[in-house]
């Protein structure tokens, strides 16, 4: 296991670039601890943990800001949150040992690592096509018809893939959100997601702990480090060149995956 100030360093890295960003919070913490020799299930569970409660504040003040759309937590959550817990379930009683379930954890991993830096990399086309307002469309009729059902089955996605890599409730959640919710401003989108995040990954990482997947030490550690160094990040994201770091992240997120599901 790493030592105590490699753990707080993690943090403070990972942490740092969450606040610059807004996003990356497992999708770097994960892959950077197995770097480290953390066995992988051990990373995604104590990872998931580590998001929900780092996620916290900024939810808290998505809420001071009126920026959460309940109604649309709650749709994204009735698929969610039962497919996350079906998912542990699975892996509990069908493969027991964790070295029977690693190579399913490593492909969702890799496949979500090259999900979201994609999105990271798509992210600006996605939002020109979202502030035109594309009302009219064939898709935006069906999508509109049903947007409980494409809500709920878009959370029973990242139900089951949160809950297999720690990767994937903010970048990808935010994409898909905007194609859905395309009358919501940005910052709606962002608030609702981060709100769905701390939901979800707090319901996977309880999930994992039963499992014995979380390691208290590492958890403190990395929360140590990664609080202090989001507040700082997030004050001086307005200060960084936001179409300089957001494809330099997605480049790096699409050649970690590379390495997760071919090596």
Same mark, same amino acid.
């Given at each position: ?18 606040? /610059? ?10 892959? /950077? ?25 900024? &939810? ?37 040992? &964790? ?5 399913? @954890?490593?492909?969702?991993?890799? #496949? ?19 502030? &035109? ?16 059902? #494409? ?12 809950? /297999? ?56 550690? @990395? ?38 599901? #071919?090596?």
């Amino acid at each position: 296991m790493p030592a105590a100030y490699s753990l707080i360093l993690a943090g403070v890295l990972v942490g740092f670039c969450v606040g /610059l960003t807004g996003v990356g919070g497992g999708s770097l913490m994960t892959p /950077l601890l197995t770097l480290m020799g953390v066995p992988l299930q051990t990373a995604i569970g104590t990872d998931l943990l580590y998001a929900s409660i780092s996620k916290c504040g900024g &939810a808290l003040v998505h809420h001071q800001k009126r920026n959460i759309r309940w109604k649309v937590v709650a749709w994204v959550t009735a698929g969610s949150l039962p497919a996350s817990l079906l998912t542990v379930w699975v892996l509990k009683h069908e493969f027991g040992d &964790a070295n029977h379930y690693k190579h399913v @954890l490593t492909t969702a991993l890799g #496949f979500m690592l090259m999900v979201t830096g994609c999105s990271l990399l798509l992210r600006k086309r996605l939002q020109k096509l979202h502030d &035109a307002n594309p009302l009219q469309s064939p898709f935006r009729r069906v999508v509109d018809k049903h947007t409980f059902l #494409f809500t709920a089955l878009m959370g029973v996605a990242l139900g089951v893939l949160v809950t /297999l890599s720690s990767v994937g409730a903010g970048a990808f959640g935010v994409v898909v959100l905007l194609s859905l919710f395309p009358r919501l401003t940005t910052i709606q989108i962002i608030g609702t997601d981060v709100t769905h995040a701390v939901l979800l990954t707090l319901i996977a990482g309880l999930g994992h702990l039963s499992m014995g997947n979380v390691d208290g030490h590492m958890l403190l550690m @990395l929360l140590i480090g990664g609080l202090p160094a989001i507040w700082v990040g997030t004050h001086l994201s307005s200060r960084m060149p936001d179409h300089i770091i957001r494809p330099i992240l997605g480049l790096t997120l699409v050649l970690l995956s590379v390495k997760f599901v #071919f090596y």
